[in-house]
């Protein structure tokens, strides 16, 4: 049985308006990478800590900065932590920065511990996460009023993560987070509240409004949100003039997300005129930067020859790539390419592995697919 790719752009369509109506949306990451943690700026709220931002420390290797954090100093021990993390002034070392950020971290220095957290969560400190001992130093951060380590203390209850699973208590430390605008915290109560998550129900206009506090103050990630509720209609009046605003400052703040909406304001004609080579253009620029579903289109458009020359051998090449990541809708197109031997040899046995790879993904045309085959 031949699945067209008239059908193939029919759930493209699909796909594309489930996400904006706050069904299953491509997510980042919105919390800060462990170098991210190192060179931002210490937040504290209510003046609780005693500390100050450490600014005025070298952040440059020098002998008397190594002396002073030989003496004790955990501000200094903190620095050269990130001095070695980063390599400013000497050669990278990972050992050397893990043993003077334990050391500062010991000290009770606050950003020492909300850091210690981080690497113990990501696994730099064994090779494997340890949650335990993660949790252990975001809640003394977050005692002294660490808002990121609000905002992972929440986490933890809420996922089970080296603590009890509580989700009251979980909402409790990331709605904290949220009020004294914590980028990560905003952004999470707007996704939930977008996909009725962890007992909460659907509510498009908080969503929307905690979208909207934190594209206003910066956030690439929530502006490209906002524009699809724009783009939609979720939770606000449809716009397409402000939702193709708000994807294109998005992308020129550096969010693959971004990139990714402002091409499909391109290819729907929303907010602008309708351009293919536009939308191609923008959508390369959002898989360059890593988008998996970004990669899916891009096959797509080499299958239909929309704003690039068509070509099925280089459609394959995407497809192969978004799927390998993960990306379902990749995986759908790769087992249907497969299947009609589209731009590669015709593999039945192949194709059944990557739809099923959709399909257990909840990539609902993958189930129909599968179905239409067993008849």
Known sequence: MKITFFILLLFCALKTSAQGLGGEIKRSDNTPTDKAAMKQKIIYKHRKSVELDNSSVEDIYSIELEEKAQQG????QYALAKIYCLGKG???????????LVKSAE??????????????????MSGVPQYDLAHKYFVLAADKGHINAIFHVGLDYLLGRGVLQNVSKGLLYVEDAAKENDESALN???????????????????????????????????????????MYGFGTEKDGQKA???????ASNGSSDGYYWLAMCYEKGCGVKRDLQEFFSNMMISANLGDASAKAQIGSCYIRGEGVEKDEKEAVRWFIIAANQGDALGQFYLGNCFLDGIGIEKDHQTAIVW???AADAGFSPAMDTLNQLKK
């Open 188 to 230: 999470f109560l707007g996704i939930m509240y977008r996909d009725g998550r962890y007992n909460q129900q659907q509510n498009p206009r908080k969503a929307f409004d905690y979208f909207l506090r934190n594209a206003l103050q910066g956030n690439a990630d929530a502006q490209s949100y906002l524009g699809q509720c724009y």
């Open 73 to 76: 100093n955990a501000a200094a």
């Open 244 to 250: 193709f605003e708000w994807l294109k400052k998005s």
């Open 355 to 357: 739809l099923k790879k």
């Open 90 to 100: 000497v050669e990278p070392n990972e050992e050397l920065s893990n043993k003077y």
């Open 107 to 124: 000290q009770g220095y606050t950003a020492a511990q909300y850091t210690l957290g981080k690497r113990y969560l990501n696994g730099n």
